[in-house]
């Protein structure tokens, strides 16, 4: 048996498509949706996720702001930027990137920003609405996941869905919304007593370790749908030889590019164990994106008491 693809470009560009008309509607009522989005840093990874956020925006007519700030940024100065963004009103959406420089604590940042702007849905009250199943701004990734499932038809209602990681980003909040969605949840984590087993048990799979093809075939239930949301990167040849069964393909990518990007599942096993599954690259990856963007309009009109698109909450 080979796995449907679960192709997350395609979905990124339909959902993308929604919100190019959303927006259009936003707009003629005078409002342009606007995000802004705050670096701290040289971190090369975050300046080019920032970089990739700012021009999506802009592509779709979403007003969009790229603050970068130094690496020796304090605590108070960073609070200050928050506290203008927080008012200014051409603003709908703050994104803080991280990680943050050790000096700055990350959950005071992100505990500053207007629950109403939190765009990245990790202020405690956003939380607070997830759990309670109130609508609110959602964390992207884990609304990405629901997206694909929904969009690909996979039955959640009833499902045994197992999630491996506990993370506040990935996770909790996509445990929370497959709770909500009716599926029967188990979170696992590095304590959990034999994994296997517990991941053999999942009609739904969710793979959000960051431990490189971890979850090998004899996790997964044939014909389970596995989401991978893992994304690690395999810079050698031992490292590529150790994951993938056949590393010819991976090992001239390695020599092209220097680097193989590779989940938390091993590839080949999932392919021909799942009944669907999300590639890395190009599953979960591109949702992310495109639900900062839906957060954004989402953000716009909530903030306006305007009626809300549906949100990945049944
Ligand atoms: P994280 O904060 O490091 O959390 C990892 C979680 O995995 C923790 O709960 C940890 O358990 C658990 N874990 C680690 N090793 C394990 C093991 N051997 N067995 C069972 N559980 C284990 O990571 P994250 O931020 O959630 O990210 C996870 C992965 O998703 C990373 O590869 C990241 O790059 C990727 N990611 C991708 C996207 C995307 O857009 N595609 C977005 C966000 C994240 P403990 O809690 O017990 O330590």
Do not use: W
């Not at 560009?13 to 009522?29: G, N, P, T």
Request: proline share 7%; aromatic share 2%; hydrophobic share 40%.
């Amino acid at each position: 048996m080979t796995g449907r693809i679960l192709d997350g470009n395609k979905i990124r560009d339909e959902i993308k498509a929604e919100l190019a008309d959303q927006i259009r509607d936003l707009k003629s009522v005078g409002v342009t949706p606007g995000l802004a989005a705050v670096l701290v840093g040289e971190n090369p990874a975050s300046q080019l996720y920032v970089r990739s956020k700012v021009k999506n925006c802009e592509s779709l007519g979403l007003y969009s702001e790229k603050i970068e700030l130094t690496a020796d940024t304090t605590q108070p100065q960073l609070l200050e930027l928050i506290d203008k963004l927080n008012r200014r009103d051409e603003i709908d959406g703050i994104l803080v990137q991280l990680p943050l420089p050790p000096q700055i604590d990350s959950k005071v940042i992100l505990g500053a920003v207007s629950p109403a702007k939190d765009v990245d849905g990790f202020h405690p009250v956003n939380v607070g609405q997830l759990v309670s199943g109130r609508p609110g701004l959602v964390p992207c990734t884990p609304a990405g996941i629901i997206e694909i499932l929904v969009r690909s038809q996979i039955p959640i209602k009833g499902a045994r869905a197992v999630v491996m990681g506990r993370s506040d980003i990935v996770g909790k909040p996509v445990a929370m919304l497959l709770l909500h969605n009716h599926a029967t949840v188990t979170i696992c984590h590095s304590r959990t007593r034999d994994l296997p087993l517990v991941a053999s048990e999942a009609d739904i799979l969710v793979a959000a370790m960051g431990k490189a093809a971890l979850v090998t075939g004899d996790f997964i239930k044939p014909g389970a749908t596995v989401i991978d949301v893992g994304q690690n990167v395999l810079k050698t040849e031992e490292e590529v030889r150790r994951v993938f069964h056949d590393p010819t393909l991976p090992l001239q990518h390695l020599a092209a590019k220097g680097s193989v990007l590779v989940g938390d599942v091993q590839p080949e096993d999932m392919k021909e164990k799942s009944g669907a599954y999300t590639p890395v690259p190009g599953g979960v990856g591109p949702l992310t994106i495109a639900m900062l963007m839906a957060n954004t309009v989402q953000a716009a009109r909530l903030r306006r008491g305007l009626r809300t698109a549906a949100a990945s909450q049944p």
